[in-house]
């Protein structure tokens, strides 16, 4: 049984940072994809950040050179580490994860339609 949940949301000023964590259960990460996504209302949720099949990170260019995706396969947590934050970064951010049939890679996490969420975790960020 899959379970995401979303910690370490809250308010801060433009150009300030924040660690974002994602406790993961019922997640391998030879079996599936995993990585982070925000929403804002009025908006369709948008991927930020995930962590490849080979290991590799992969951002939006929205986030890129800002934030970090890492995962403690020890502790199942998935963390997202974001500095220079900006007004446009506000938003719900979840934890996603979609299970990866054996033989599929990058493209299928980039493409497929992801299934698992968290409960999210809201970012502000004032200017």
């Known amino acids: 049984q899959v379970q995401l949940v979303e910690s370490g949301g809250g308010s801060v000023q433009s150009g300030g940072s924040l660690r974002l964590s994602c406790a993961a259960s019922?997640?391998?990460?030879?079996?599936?994809?995993i990585g982070w996504f925000r929403q804002t209302p009025g908006k369709e949720r948008e991927a930020v950040a995930r962590?490849?099949?080979?290991?590799?990170?992969a951002y939006s260019d929205s986030v890129k050179d800002r934030f970090t995706i890492s995962q403690d396969d020890a502790e199942k947590t998935l963390f997202l580490q974001m500095h220079s934050l900006k007004p446009e970064d506000t938003g719900m951010y979840y934890c996603?994860?979609?299970?990866?049939?054996?033989?599929?890679?990058?493209?299928?996490?980039?493409?497929?339609?992801?299934?698992?969420w968290g409960q999210g975790t809201q970012v502000i960020v004032s200017s």
């Open positions: 996603g994860a979609v299970r990866r049939p054996h033989g599929l890679g990058a493209d299928f996490c980039a493409h497929t339609t992801w299934n698992y």
């Open positions: 019922g997640v391998t990460s030879s079996r599936f994809c």
């Open positions: 962590i490849d099949p080979d290991g590799s990170p």
